[in-house]
Nanobody, 125 residues
Framework: QVQLVESGGGLVQPGGSLRVSCAAS????????MGWFRQAPGKEREFVAT????????SYADSVKGRFTISRDNAENTVYLQMNSLKPEDTAVYYC??????????????????WGQGTQVTVSA
């Protein structure tokens, strides 16, 4: 069992930066690939980024590629999402998730076993 708690969301102006974090409980964090998803009001949850168990492989949605960076610290049981050049369309609740099956991570929310409660990111002037 893995429990995930996101933090770091907030209000930021367009063009600004924000880093959200996800802290995991337990001693099996490094055995899980991790992912970030987001859900805007009235829209379905969508993939943002994923990182492999060891951190050596990452994948991004086209909409955030070049602006967002996913990373992890297995010693601290934490995964991060650094978001730069933020746009109003990045406004959403951001969720982290843990995948115990796919070592390189996955783009599909159904592949993830554990989810955090989400943190709100609002990009507005």
């Amino acid at each position: 069992q893995v429990q995930l708690v996101e933090s770091g969301g907030g209000l930021v102006q367009p063009g600004g930066s924000l880093r959200v974090s996800c802290a995991a409980s337990g001693r099996t964090f490094s055995r899980h690939a991790m992912g970030w998803f987001r859900q805007a009001p009235g829209k379905e949850r969508e993939f943002v980024a994923t990182i492999s168990r060891g951190g050596g492989t990452t994948s991004y949605a086209d909409s955030v590629k070049g602006r967002f960076t996913i990373s992890r610290d297995n010693a601290e049981n934490t995964v991060y999402l650094q978001m730069n050049s933020l746009k109003p369309e990045d406004t959403a609740v951001y969720y982290c998730a843990a995948d115990r099956t796919h070592s390189s991570g996955s783009l599909y929310s159904t592949d993830y076993d554990y989810w955090g409660q989400g943190t709100q990111v609002t990009v507005s002037a």
